[in-house]
């Protein structure tokens, strides 16, 4: 079992740029969700993908927006970066279903450390 | 609105003696309530689940509703304990199915 896997893992951007992180989720998990870490926080809910729908959405501004494909591997694009998105970016598996109780724990990948300059 | 609170962003403690992370969380209806760990250049890894009423590593947690509480209990600490650990909560309501809030940290230092 490879686990969740994201690239890049590091990747250097500037101001005004937009960036494409990706995920590929553990095989058989439909579920995928996306969390920003900042330095000394725990990780903050940005979105989650079921079965290539939208299922929940974090505080976050529209610059922030996603996708799950047939494969049910997810892309995480942000616009027009600012400093303030300089973080550590994790995604997470899970095989939570629609209904389902929510004891499904998430699984994480090792992330994508973002830096804004 | 859900919250998660972990009031110990750092906690040493000497080898062999018991060890206690507090976690206090704030949800309207029944939680879900996990702890997981990040060891040392590691990803962030689940080591229980209220719902399992396991102990991993030798590690309890027990939800108290009452109390708001989960704290995570050891009672002789090791080395190798030495980690962050994050409490979370899932919730959030129909329809999303499985979103979690997660605390800010307790980094446990464990000395010999």
């Known amino acids: 079992d490879a686990g969740v896997t994201q690239s890049p893992t590091h990747l250097i951007k500037t101001r005004g740029q937009h960036v494409t992180l990706r995920c590929s989720p553990i095989?058989?998990?439909?579920?995928v969700s996306w969390y920003q870490q900042v330095l000394g926080q725990g990780p903050q809910f940005i979105f989650q993908?079921?079965?290539?729908?939208?299922?929940g959405r974090g505080n976050f501004p529209d610059r922030f927006s996603a996708r799950q494909f047939p494969n049910y591997s997810s892309e995480l694009n942000v616009n027009a970066l600012l400093l303030g998105d300089s973080a550590l970016y994790l995604c997470?598996?899970?095989?939570?279903?629609?209904?389902?109780?929510?004891?499904?724990?998430?699984?994480f990948g090792d992330g994508t450390r973002l830096s804004i300059l | 609105a859900q919250r998660v609170t972990q009031p110990e962003k750092l906690l040493s403690v000497f080898k062999g003696a018991p060890v206690e992370l507090k976690c206090n969380y704030s949800?309207?209806?029944?939680?879900?309530l996990f702890w997981y760990v990040q060891y040392s250049r590691q990803r962030l890894q689940l080591l229980l689940r209220?719902?399992s009423r396991e102990s991993i590593k030798g590690f309890t947690a027990d939800l108290n509703k009452g109390e708001t509480s989960f704290h995570l209990k050891k009672p002789f600490a090791q080395e190798e304990d030495s980690a962050m650990y994050y409490c979370?909560?899932?919730?959030?309501?129909?329809?999303?199915?499985?979103?979690?809030?997660f605390g800010s940290g307790t980094k446990l230092n464990v000395k010999p």
């Open positions: 209220h719902i």
């Open positions: 997470a598996s899970s095989l939570a279903r629609v209904g389902q109780l929510r004891n499904q724990p998430q699984h």
């Open positions: 095989s058989g998990h439909k579920s």
């Open positions: 993908y079921y079965e290539k729908e939208e299922r």
């Open positions: 979370a909560l899932s919730g959030g309501g129909a329809p999303v199915v499985n979103k979690f809030y």
């Open positions: 949800y309207s209806g029944s939680p879900e």
